[in-house]
């Protein structure tokens, strides 16, 4: 079972919700992006409990009871009459077990067979009332298409909190934001400068209005964030989001490997939100720059860069120079990693089930876990 603790949380259609809220009845995200719903709730009383770390960095509080979905790496099972590994070796393991060798030995031999691959969910779908796109390129409920919204969270600036510029060294990123205006808006521009990229000026009133109500408008680069509306909108309008984050401050190596960086610690905590609830696997990484100014070394911004993987991860742009160097990109094994477990204090767990063929559900940070065999595990809590 999962603790009963602040700490772990169900995704639910409408965001993360503590397990202490989950009951009977109540609808969940499953593996496969669709929605189920719990058919038991099993409390276990005080069990032992210990913290799963995966090797993204996200972490669950889960009892000796527990039951996880996965795999071993690099190591191979008989299934019939023929060996498998990978995701065709997944099986059913339980925290027992997965105390006998996750993470017990960090030589580099031992550490790639040490470890659990678990499932990564498909991208969820939320069920927060009204969609951000009604028809085509008209955007009713907010009046800023969420492609448009990406290039301005990236390279666009709204600071004087009454005018909506961006800069753009490709032709393309304002092409499509100029397609993606309503009716009564303009883009103007491009106004040339010195250097390679270009200034462009959005006139929009309703996307002024919008962006104030948000409250976005009049924040520097390291204050802005994803409002809660398009962090929670469709699969569709969240790569269109997605697309304008990366095609403006995204990049893709030579190799097909995508990052996202920003000043902002909530845009990226955001960022990394919207790309797990889309399917993708992000890892963070924190840094200071130094420089030197008049002779005086000096620390420069904190900066914050994701590496996403994606099953596709051109799907993560628009833009065709980048879109197309990160979609030759394949993950031989699109999982994510149990590393270690810690042992921590004893307290309340409690199992659920839910109606989901595959008995999978959605935790912290969209961490795939298994249903506990609650009435089975019931059964033998109480006989021992």
Not at 24 to 42: F, M, N
Not at 100 to 127: D, K
Not at 195 to 203: D, E, L, Q, V
Request: charged share 25%.
């Amino acid at each position: 079972g999962i603790r009963k603790s602040l700490n772990n949380k169900l995704l639910t259609p409408f965001g993360f919700r503590p397990v202490a809220e989950i009951g009977l009845g109540t609808k969940v995200c499953a593996v496969d992006g669709t929605v189920t719903e719990v058919i038991g709730v099993y409390p276990q009383g005080v069990r032992p409990i210990y913290r799963c770390h995966f090797s993204d960095g996200s972490s669950v509080e889960v009892d000796d009871n527990h039951i996880w979905q996965g795999w071993r790496v690099n190591q191979t099972v008989k299934k019939g009459s023929v060996r498998t590994s990978g995701a065709n070796a997944v099986r059913n393991y339980t925290m027992r077990e997965l105390i006998g060798f996750v993470g017990r030995e960090r030589t580099r031999t031992a550490y790639a067979t040490n470890r659990l691959a678990i499932p990564v969910a498909e991208p969820v779908s939320y069920n927060v009332s009204g969609q951000l796109i009604s028809r085509g390129n008209f955007v009713s409920r907010a009046g800023l298409h969420p492609y448009v919204l990406g290039v301005l969270l990236g390279d666009g600036c709204m600071t004087d909190g009454k005018t909506l510029t961006f800069c753009s060294a490709d032709d393309e990123i304002p092409g499509r934001v100029k397609s993606l205006l309503g009716e009564d808006d303009a883009m103007l521009g491009p106004y040339s400068q010195d250097r390679s990229a270009k200034n462009y000026r959005i006139k929009s009133e309703s996307a002024l209005a919008t962006l104030r109500s948000l409250g976005i408008m009049g924040k520097y680069a390291w204050e802005k964030s994803i409002p809660r509306i398009y962090k929670m909108a469709s699969v569709v309008e969240r790569w269109e989001l997605l697309r304008g984050l990366m095609d403006t401050d995204g990049w893709a190596d030579a190799d097909g490997d995508i990052y996202y960086a920003s000043t902002s610690k909530q845009l990226a905590d955001d960022v990394r939100e919207v790309a797990m609830s889309l399917g993708g696997i992000v890892t963070t990484r924190e840094k200071t720059p130094k420089y030197t100014y008049l002779g005086e070394r000096k620390e420069g911004r904190r900066a914050y860069t994701l590496r996403l993987k994606f099953r596709d991860n051109g799907m993560a742009f628009f833009l065709p120079r980048k879109r197309d160097i990160a979609a030759a990109k394949r993950s031989q094994n699109f999982c994510r990693y149990m590393e270690r477990i810690e042992r921590i204090e004893d307290d309340e767990s409690v199992c659920f089930q839910v109606a989901h063929p595959s008995s999978l559900y959605i935790t912290n940070d969209f961490i795939v876990t298994h249903n506990s065999d609650g009435l089975l595990v019931d059964f033998v809590r109480h006989w021992h």
